[in-house]
């Protein structure tokens, strides 16, 4: 199973960017999808997940500018990212908690991360 994160670059405050997490490999059923991010010198910090039926949870400093979804057909977690701010800085990893076969507990996966760059 890989996750394949596309979508980071550059972009000015108050700008947006929407990244895409993709999940490929042999999966029965992948449980919760998220997305963390990491600055440099600071530990790997939640930002949102969604559950398969779609229930939300988001960090408190992108509340009402962050947005997670997924489309459960393509395997696929999606951040869209507005009002973005230069704290929001930072290498963008997706995860998710997979089931390779039914009779198999979920594992855990990280994608390689994207890099987010918000500066004027």
């Known amino acids: 199973v890989q996750l394949q994160a596309s979508g980071g670059g550059l972009v000015q405050p108050g700008g947006s960017l929407r990244l895409s997490c993709a999940a490929s490999?042999?999966?029965?059923?992948?449980?919760?999808m998220g997305w963390y991010r990491q600055a440099p010198g600071t530990q790997r910090e939640l930002v949102a997940t969604?559950?398969?039926?779609?229930?939300?949870n988001y960090a408190d400093s992108v509340k009402g500018r962050f947005t997670i979804s997924r489309d459960n057909a393509k395997n696929t977690v999606y951040l869209q990212m507005n009002s973005l701010e230069p704290e929001d800085t930072a290498v963008y990893y997706c995860?998710?908690?997979?089931?390779?076969?039914?009779?198999?507990?979920?594992?855990?996966?990280w994608g390689q991360g994207t890099q987010v760059t918000v500066s004027s």
């Open positions: 490999g042999s999966i029965f059923r992948i449980d919760v």
């Open positions: 969604i559950t398969s039926g779609g229930l939300t």
């Open positions: 995860n998710s908690d997979i089931r390779r076969r039914s009779f198999l507990i979920p594992e855990n996966y």
